[in-house]
């Protein structure tokens, strides 16, 4: 396997938010990542550059395999070989990650491949994104820019050191439609003219279910269903997952409520005995309470973590208490 | 009633030739909400900026309730920021990377209201509640939270002065669909209750349509289609909604 994530556990001040999370990519494959807001997707993909913030976060367990060799074991100037050059990563918060003091032009050269004609290749990256504009406009830096042009400078310096894992989180936040297209197209051919492996992070359950090969439903830290997106949309085992895909609004829609799923998000210091939707989950029974259900195997690739998967599966929909 | 009126709007950023807004006009009603979509770089966020004089202009006036922002006094400007706020489209922005986040709200009540502690501390809760944070997010730094937790405290920190109009530049950008929905609910129902009037940039065009009651169409700086949602929606005019509208039906 490519990359490999075992039993991995992270925490923040002594609590716990990643409780044990196995995903696995293959060479070449997208695997999308989804989930309700703060339940442990970035820190997902941080682990994996072992990029958890310094004196407060830190990995309590687990192994990332990446070509079998574990990063999490590997030595600063070891790690350095694989970040920024086969691992790249797009973050969440552009403004965040450039560098404020350097101009866009002075990033792009710094993660380009020494030997190459540099200004050929900041040029073809630029266009590649659709930032044609900045190509003259080499004194440019990352406030000067628009949110959306931000994220796509951040995208074309994780694309031009041809990395073979790609982490892009919720790469796609501030781009129009139009826009959005054009850079997912790009990055699914490079996935497919080279074989690039990425881990998809995003909350636009559209364009992961329709890019992604595999998608993983976190919950709470878990990872509760996982398996091929036509699976998860059409025929959802876990009820959270139901109810993402019933709030993901039609674009008829009219001045009515949105539909979201009922409760709220637990806290990661009072998570629930047992399953850790049971407060929110409408099939739920007694037995849910008792002991947090393992993610149990439903057919080829999917996998659920909930007693009733079984039934939801077959029947759609289900009585609970 | 006119609440907002823009005219001849125009600002070009010192080294960039191309304006990035260009001779604009717009105008908002009491109680509507308005959307604004358009292509990444062609002036949103530099609009509401303006209106706020977070940035400089060239060009043009700002009407507010009749009195012209861009000339108000700074005294003047204060009493307005409370019943304008924006919400950032970089919540990194708007949050002090080195105050906590119970302690950014309120402050708000501090200087707007001058709240004694306790009252001040019930009321920070209440907000965070608001955006479906609980009370122990109140000692966290912004550095402690989620990005989509993060987005919420920007909408928190908006409601606190109890405005009448709201930027919202790109407002639920990172919240999952499910949490997206009850702040689109929380931003409607506060609308309805207290006739709040939005300035609501999205890219999102789904979340556009069913929320806004009018909707402007910009590219480089400049408005190139404004209507009401549903006609603009379905019958659109200029090619860059028809080439917006075209790419959400192939998906
Ligand atoms: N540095 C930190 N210190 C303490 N808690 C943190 C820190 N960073 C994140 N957290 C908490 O850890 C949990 C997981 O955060 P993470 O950023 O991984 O969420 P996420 O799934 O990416 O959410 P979002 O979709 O909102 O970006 C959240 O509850 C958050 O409040
Ligand atoms: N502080 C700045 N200095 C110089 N140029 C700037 C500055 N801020 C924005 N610009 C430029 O002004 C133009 C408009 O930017 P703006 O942020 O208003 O776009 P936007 O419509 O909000 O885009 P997005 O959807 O990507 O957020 C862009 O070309 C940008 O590069
Ligand atoms: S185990 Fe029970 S409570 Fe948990 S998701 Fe399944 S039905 Fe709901
Ligand atoms: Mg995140
Ligand atoms: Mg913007």
């Known amino acids: 396997m490519f990359l490999r994530i075992e039993g991995l556990r992270v925490k923040y001040n002594d609590i716990e938010v990643v409780r044990g999370v196995d995903l696995e990519i293959g060479k070449g494959e997208c695997i999308g990542l989804v989930g309700e807001s703060g339940c442990g997707k970035t820190t997902v993909g941080l682990s994996i550059t072992r990029l958890i913030p310094g004196h407060k976060g830190r990995i309590s367990s687990g192994r990332i395999l990446f070509e079998g060799k574990n990063l999490l074991v ?31 032009h002075e990033q792009l050269k710094e993660v380009l491949p020494k030997d190459d004609d540099v200004e050929g290749s900041i040029s073809e990256a630029l266009k590649s994104v659709g930032l044609k504009e900045l190509i003259d406009r080499k004194k440019v830096y990352p406030h000067e820019l628009s949110g959306g042009m931000q994220q796509r400078a951040m995208i074309a310096m994780a694309i031009v050191s041809k990395p073979d894992l790609l982490i892009l989180d919720e790469p796609t936040t501030a781009l129009d439609v139009t826009v959005q297209k054009k850079i997912l197209e790009l990055v699914m051919e490079l996935k497919k003219n080279l074989g690039l492996s990425i881990l998809f992070i995003s909350h636009d359950l559209r364009t992961v279910f329709e890019l992604a090969d595999g998608v993983g439903v976190m919950y709470a830290g878990r990872i509760v269903e996982q398996g091929p997106a036509k699976t998860l949309m059409s025929r959802p085992g876990h009820p959270y997952t139901r109810g993402l895909v019933n709030s993901i609004p039609s674009i008829e829609h009219r001045k009515e409520r949105f539909n979201a799923i009922e409760g709220r998000t637990p806290l990661f210091s009072e998570l629930p005995e047992g399953c850790k939707f049971y407060p929110r989950c409408k099939f ?5 309470r008792e002991k947090e259900p393992f993610l149990g ?9 909930c007693i009733r998967s079984k039934e939801l599966i077959a029947h759609g929909t289900i009585k609970g208490i | ?6 005219s001849n709007l ?3 950023y010192p080294k960039h030739k191309v304006a990035a807004i260009d001779n604009m006009d717009l105008s908002i009603d009491k109680g509507e909400i308005f959307g604004l979509v358009g292509e990444s770089g062609c002036g949103k966020s ?6 706020l004089r977070l940035t400089d202009v060239q060009r043009g006036s700002i009407l507010y309730k009749g009195d012209d922002l861009l000339k108000a006094a700074a005294r003047k400007m204060q009493g307005i920021r409370k019943e304008i706020q924006i919400i950032f489209q970089d919540p990194y922005l708007s949050l002090d990377p080195r105050v ?8 708000v009540f501090l200087i707007h209201y001058n709240y004694p502690g306790p009252k001040r501390r019930k009321k920070a809760a209440e907000l965070l509640d608001m955006v ?12 402690e939270l989620s990005g989509g937790e993060k987005q919420r405290v920007g909408i928190a920190r908006a409601l606190a002065t109890g405005p009448e109009f709201i930027i919202c530049d790109e407002p639920v950008s990172s919240l999952d669909i499910s949490i997206q929905a009850q702040i689109l609910n929380l931003l409607m129902d506060l609308q309805e209750q207290k006739a709040l009037t939005y300035l609501f940039i999205s890219h999102d065009l789904g979340v556009v349509a069913s929320i806004c009651d009018r909707v402007a169409v910009m590219q480089s700086g400049r408005i190139v289609e404004i209507g009401l949602c549903e006609e603009v929606f379905r019958n659109p005019q200029h090619s860059y909604t028809k080439k917006l509208l075209d790419s959400i039906s192939l998906t």
Do not use: W
């Open chain 2, 132 to 143: 479906g944070l609980g009370k122990s997010y109140f000692n966290r730094l912004p550095s």
């Open chain 2, 10 to 12: 125009t600002k070009i």
């Open chain 1, 297 to 305: 195997k439903f057919s080829d690739g999917h996998y659920s973590r």
């Open chain 2, 1 to 6: 009633m006119e609440l907002l009126k823009v």
């Open chain 1, 284 to 288: 739920r029974i007694k037995p849910c």
């Open chain 2, 100 to 107: 906590k986040i119970g302690s950014a709200l309120e402050e």
């Open chain 2, 46 to 51: 530099t609009l509401a900026k303006s209106i």
């Open chain 1, 74 to 104: 590997l030595s600063p100037e070891e790690l350095r070989k694989y970040r920024g050059s086969r691992i790249s990563y797009v973050f969440q918060e552009p403004l965040s990650s450039l560098n404020p003091v350097f101009t866009i």
